[in-house]
């Protein structure tokens, strides 16, 4: 069975980076697209970014776009999303997913296993 970790998570002001990762067992991580949604309280989980199983095709949410960039590193097992110029919307509980094929997708029902998320507090 897949289980994601996400971590990297934490409080920061408007204006900062972080830099979220997240690391899969019970799977081979080359074989899965990967993609990063987070759900702020009372709202509905969004897509934020995608990326797929080599790394070479990658999509964001146009909130992200040029602030927010999704990597992976196959020999390390682990994605990242690195994210800069934040914003206090962006502040929500962000969750890493995997989906046992080639291209990411921006529907959270398409994924087949989830982390299980890593909280992160922009202050304005």
């Known amino acids: 069975q897949v289980q994601l970790v996400e971590s990297g998570g934490g409080w920061v002001q408007a204006g900062g980076s972080l830099r979220l990762s997240c690391t899969i067992s019970g799977g081979t991580f080359g074989n899965y697209a990967m993609g990063w949604f987070r759900q702020a309280p009372g709202k509905e989980r969004k897509f934020v970014a995608g990326i797929s199983r080599s790394g070479g095709i990658k999509d964001y949410a146009d909130s992200v776009k040029g602030r927010f960039t999704c990597s992976r590193d196959n020999a390390k097992i682990t994605v990242y999303l690195q994210m800069n110029s934040l914003k206090a919307e962006d502040t929500a509980v962000y969750y890493c997913?995997?989906?046992?094929?080639?291209?990411?997708?921006?529907?959270?029902?398409?994924?087949?296993?989830w982390g299980q998320g890593t909280q992160v507090t922009v202050s304005s």
């Open positions: 997913a995997a989906r046992f094929t080639w291209l990411a997708t921006t529907t959270a029902g398409d994924y087949d296993a």
